[in-house]
């Protein structure tokens, strides 16, 4: 190899060691491929404490407190229940380092996003306090280990240990306990023990056995392993004794009514005992579970009932309980010390009432919180510690505890949102009706109370201290801070609305309160408001409806800005939007090249800078359309142009939400938006301000079944008096 290419591959290495960390020499065989080789070549291994040596801190930054952008459909534990993994629809991975059990401060159990996406699987093992391992199968088939350690301060940093390449594909990979050993079976049905750092330290292949699952169990500190071998179906035991992998005892064979899963075949904690869970019959409530001794051969069996005709989840507790989840928000504890010693050679009978009476049992109902068809699927049970996702929250249930805690970070969904004057406050209207102001830079966050009972549908500053509500049946000004009402007014029933302020305090309000496409039928009346008290609802002549453009429905206004501009659709030309100044001649700004259709039209107070929401125009005639991808949801664009000099200038364009609002601040130095899940606030220039895409982690702690609700005793009414004797009527 030439010198040049010796130097470039030493300062590739160097860089990836500073990145990431590197691991120590190694003996072992270039596979797994060491992730410090820059080049993608398999490369030598260097000591983390080396890197630590020259460079600290080891590791990348990676962020904490972001929870997950979509619903979680997946949960890993650790092995000794004190740490999690969750995986939601999008293909996020998130660390949970403490679970609510352990810690009911919310700071200690934020996540930490994981530089994972989409993988096919998982495995968590803590590896310290502050320290955790990360096994990782992609749907490639390749693994990936990591490292995340927490400092001081309760930030993570993600350190590589290896990778195993896509041309060594692997079908399970775990980590175990403690984070020093990881075992792997690969397609080619080779089972291998690695150390941390990717060195192999021993593997087990056999000519003419195909293991291709594996099971594990037993405690963190004793664990039990086996192997699921195919054709027939067996379980073949084997324990890791001084690194290396040794086989226990025969394998063991099993009839199954369907291929072998980690639900239907498990291995009790003890590692003498398999459990195989099985179902007579399609569409019926019946399950038969039976244990087999793995050591003498004795099977025993039971069967029983669960309430719903789908296949139920199988929970083994420990040697003695066992606990079945069948979707219908119960769980059904089994006592494994019920089953019926069956004589040999055993096969389960067609109808489980064949089998003797004494193996019927009736498991003991137990109401299962956040348990559904289809969270049943992706619950885990770990060490008696039950978590199962619900929507972007997850439920940690003890299972020998009655209550359980709830812990969700919820996305930002607004209906509204404004900017004050100088854009360093933004308020905000929740889908749940809460109004919020965020002071920026500050990261302080208000919660206005007391203001009103009636649902806000729009808001704006009428100054830095003065929120005007529009709720459905009054407006209101409120000292926001103070949560004080300083001026209200009733309104009629309306359909849309426009806050116009004019100066700190002033403005008005304009609201359509007939709906029509004619201008008989429509309606728009007006209020003003000065020094933050407001005037009486008055109607709107039909001559001034075009200074109310947002709530016009002549079909070609679009907006006005405190100029005195217009700005409408052009009639003409669908490339572009049409600005009139009071006293002038329209304008055409061109925006596109091609047709486009603009949706949404918010120019600044001083009409120097205009935010526009547009498609692809979608040109139909009744028998196709010209672009048949855009038919139902065609593409939406934001962009922000300068329209100050007579050419317009394009400042910044991003993809845009169907229902994206957006709010300039009085001065136009910047740009409020909704994403749809989040705000975000930017200057003029689209540079980022600030953004909040959820609320802070909240952890609740409900009892597992739901007291029921207290119904109010009728008051107590005394009895009428009774009339002197000797009166008409007597008593």
């Known amino acids: 190899m030439r010198r040049r290419d010796l130097d470039m591959k030493s300062t590739r290495h160097l860089f990836a060691c500073v990145l990431f960390g590197c691991t120590a020499p190694s003996d072992s065989p270039p596979s797994p491929r ?42 890993w534990l650790d092995h000794r229940a004190t740490a999690a993994l969750s995986l939601d629809a999008d293909g996020g991975v998130r660390l949970w380092p403490t679970l609510p059990r352990a810690q009911a401060d919310s700071a200690a159990v934020v996540p930490i996003r994981v530089p994972i996406r989409e993988p096919a699987s998982l495995s968590l093992a803590r590896a310290g306090d502050q320290a955790f391992v990360i096994g990782a199968i992609d749907t490639a088939q390749s693994a990936r280990v990591i490292a995340i350690e927490l400092d001081d301060a309760g930030q993570p940093r993600v350190r590589e240990r290896f990778t195993i390449p896509p041309h060594d594909p692997l079908l399970e990979l775990h980590v175990l306990d403690g984070g020093e050993r990881v075992l792997a079976l690969g397609v080619d049905h080779r089972l291998r ?19 291709w699952q ?25 324990t890791i004794t001084d690194d290396r992998l040794v086989e226990l005892g025969e394998p063991h064979a099993f009839i199954m009514d369907r291929g072998p899963n980690q639900n239907d075949l498990a291995l009790l904690p003890s590692g003498r005992v398999a459990a195989l869970l099985r179902r007579p019959k399609h569409r ?42 069948d979707g219908s928000g119960a769980g059904f504890w089994i006592d494994l010390s019920a089953g019926v010693i069956m004589p040999a050679p055993f096969e389960l009978p067609a109808a489980l009432e064949q089998l003797p009476p004494e193996s019927h049992v009736i498991p003991r109902r137990e109401q299962l919180p956040s348990s559904s068809v289809a969270s049943r699927r992706s619950t885990s049970v770990v060490a008696g510690l039950r978590v199962a996702p619900l929507g972007s929250a997850l439920v940690f249930d003890p299972l020998d505890a009655d209550r359980h805690h709830r812990v969700e970070q919820r996305l930002v969904s607004v209906t509204d949102l404004a900017l004050d004057r100088a854009g360093g406050q933004l308020a905000m209207v929740m889908t749940d009706g809460q109004v919020v102001v965020e002071t920026l830079g500050e990261d302080r966050r208000h919660a206005v109370v007391g203001c009103t009972t009636d649902p806000v549908r729009a808001l704006e500053f009428t100054d830095p201290d003065h929120l005007l509500l529009l709720g459905e049946a009054r407006v209101q000004i409120c000292e926001w801070v103070a949560g004080k009402v300083v001026s209200e007014v ?16 002033a403005g008005q309000l304009g609201v359509v309160t007939q709906f029509g496409h004619g201008s008989h039928q429509h309606q728009i009346s007006r209020l003003s408001f000065a020094d933050n008290r407001s005037s009486a609802l008055e109607s709107v002549p039909k001559s001034e409806f075009s200074s109310w453009p947002e ?67 979608v040109e139909s005639n009744d028998y196709a359309y010209e672009y ?33 609002h957006m709010a300039w601040s009085a001065d136009g130095s910047r740009l409020a938006l909704d994403l749809g899940q989040g705000v975000r606030v930017v200057t003029a220039e689209g540079e980022l301000v600030f953004e909040r895409l959820q609320h802070d982690l909240e952890i609740e702690e409900h009892p597992d079944v739901p007291e029921p609700p207290q119904v109010p005793e009728p008051p107590t009414v005394d009895p009428p008096a009774c009339p002197d004797e000797g009166e008409a009527g007597g008593c």
């Open 34 to 75: 060491q992730t410090d080789s820059a080049d993608g070549e398999a490369g030598e291994a260097f000591t983390s404490e080396s890197v630590r040596a020259a460079s600290e801190p080891v590791g990348v930054a990676v962020p904490r407190g972001v929870g997950h952008d979509a619903s979680i459909t997946e949960v």
């Open 193 to 211: 023990l690695y150390d941390g750092h990717g060195k192999r330290l021993n593997e087990l292949s056999k000519y003419g056995v195909s293991p």
């Open 214 to 238: 594996l099971r594990l169990a037993g405690p963190a500190e004793a664990p039990v392993f086996a192997l699921v071998l195919a054709g027939p179906t067996r379980l073949q035991r084997f």
């Open 284 to 325: 019926t409530n019946q399950w038969s579970l039976e244990l087999h001794d793995l050591d003498s051969g004795e099977v025993r069996v039971m069967w029983g009932e669960v309430e719903t005709s789908l296949r139920p989840r199988l929970y083994i507790i420990d040697d003695a309980r066992a606990l079945l989840e």
């Open 490 to 505: 009733e309104l009629p029933s309306h359909e849309y609305a426009k806050i116009r302020p004019t100066e700190p305090g």
């Open 551 to 617: 709530i016009d429905t002549d079909g070609r206004s679009l907006a006005l800005d405190h100029t005195g501009r217009h700005y409408a659709h052009p009639k003409a030309d669908p490339r572009a939007f049409e600005i009139t100044a009071a006293d002038g001649e329209p304008r055409i700004v061109t925006i596109a090249e091609n047709k486009i259709d603009i949706e949404k039209l918010e120019p600044s107070a001083d009409g120097r800078r205009v935010a526009v929401v547009h498609t692809p125009h």
């Open 628 to 660: 048949s991808y855009y038919s139902y949801d065609p593409p939406r664009t934001l962009s922000v142009w300068s329209v100050a000099d007579d050419i317009p200038e394009l400042l910044w364009s991003t993809p845009a939400d169907r229902s994206m």
